[in-house]
């Protein structure tokens, strides 16, 4: 069958065989083959394709034009991320072209699959990048100058794949382009499988951030510098930590940190620096504003106590999503009363949803892993997404 071919084709491109997880980080080389993979698809399929501004990829079937209905999502991961995350929605959304042309279906507006750039964020640290630079919520003065592990730019990295980087930046006349998006996606989490479905309309996306937080100190000799002469900046940082589990627990909200670098990173130095990142979602944005504060403040605190310096930055924030009422409303009546759900997950249709009508389909997750090698979807749930975003395509545009 169609997705199962592309799901087969696809599977193997960056993954990381240790761990069976996946690094498809963007512009790199795991990227380049998953873009290829896609424009040979696509152009397989008789669709137009091109790269925008900001390097986000579009397939046309027919002529582009104003009223556009788009569907799609990434390829691109987190470390040792998942299999379907992302990519269920640009295969899906393949598949669901070829079953409404097996139908004979012909769409009266422009429709397109989108492959949005760095939606993770794993490798420039600003999740929906691409989204985010094409409706200008992040200007392409700071996107440029975002910098990898390795200390590569945005700039650099772009320029390397033959994209202008000064061309970064909002592509207004694209985006009034777009009539209605539309992202299937990999649920992440178990409302379907306790609902007892294979699919789900979203209803919401939490408002949710990333901060970065620098803890700093003084190295020293791990053997002969006394506790009491110590500032060590680890101490502080795990404190903090542990203060931000409390605080998002006596909250109702998640707060977690999942990256830390350390310098020197020397198993007999006491560190001086250690570079975390705080990654916080809230049901609502004065409950997460709250929890932030109250993480931050612990923080300053400790560092008091313990001589060290602290600072944070927030590298990114997205605000409480609620996706259009009569857009939901009218794909779950589509889906034969699909059931509604929200998430705490972030995604480029919850960037975009500022600028045009967005909604998205869930896919049953039946281990309710995501960001992981466990995330998972079954053979019979992913083909009844392909026959569920075929339909919603079909409703929004061919008729």
């Known amino acids: 069958m169609t997705f199962e071919k592309l799901w087969g084709d696809l599977l193997p491109v960056g993954r990381y065989g240790p761990t069976g997880g996946y690094r498809r980080y963007s512009w790199t080389a795991a990227d380049a083959e998953c873009r290829a993979w896609f424009v040979e698809e696509a152009t397989r399929r008789g669709l137009t394709v091109e790269t925008d501004r900001n390097g986000n990829l579009w397939a046309w079937w027919g002529a582009p034009g104003p009223g556009a209905v788009v569907t799609g999502s990434h390829l691109d991961s987190v470390p040792d991320g998942g299999a379907f995350d992302g990519p269920l929605g640009v295969v899906s959304a393949l598949a669901a072209i070829d079953l409404l042309r097996a139908r004979g279906a012909r769409p009266v507006r422009p429709l397109a699959v989108a492959v949005f750039v760095e939606e993770e964020g794993a490798r420039f640290g600003v999740p929906c990048l691409g989204s985010r630079l094409l409706t200008g919520a992040i200007s392409p003065e700071r996107a440029r100058g975002l910098r990898d592990a390795d200390g590569v730019t945005l700039a650099e990295a772009v320029a390397a794949h033959g994209l202008d ?235």
């Open 165 to 399: 980087p000064d061309a970064l930046g909002p592509d207004t006349e694209r985006l009034r382009s777009i009539g209605v998006f539309v992202e299937l996606h990999v649920e992440q989490g178990r409302g379907l499988v306790d609902l007892g479905a294979p699919v789900g309309v979203a209803s919401s996306i939490w408002p949710h951030g990333r901060w970065r937080f620098d803890f700093t100190g003084e190295a020293n000799h791990a053997g002969t510098t006394r506790l009491e002469d110590r500032r060590d900046p680890m101490l502080t940082f795990a404190n903090t930590v542990l203060a931000a589990r409390k605080k998002a627990r006596l909250a109702g909200a998640l707060a977690t940190v999942g990256k830390v670098h350390v310098e020197p990173n020397g198993t007999n130095a006491i560190p001086s620096a250690v570079h975390a990142w705080l990654d916080a979602r809230a049901p609502d944005e004065e409950t997460l504003r709250a929890v932030v504060g109250e993480i931050v403040q612990a923080a300053r605190e400790r560092a008091a106590r313990d001589g060290t310096g602290f600072a944070e930055t927030c590298e990114s924030y997205t605000p409480v999503v609620e996706f259009a009422g009569d857009l939901r409303d009218r794909l779950a009546g589509v889906l034969g009363g699909a059931p509604v759900l929200p998430t705490g997950a972030g995604h480029d249709a919850g960037v975009l949803a500022a600028e045009v009508p967005t909604a998205m389909l869930f896919v049953r997750n039946p281990t309710g892993v995501s960001h992981a090698p466990a995330e998972h979807a079954e053979l019979p749930d992913c083909l009844a997404g392909v026959a569920a975003l075929a339909a919603v395509l079909e409703d929004l545009g061919c008729r």
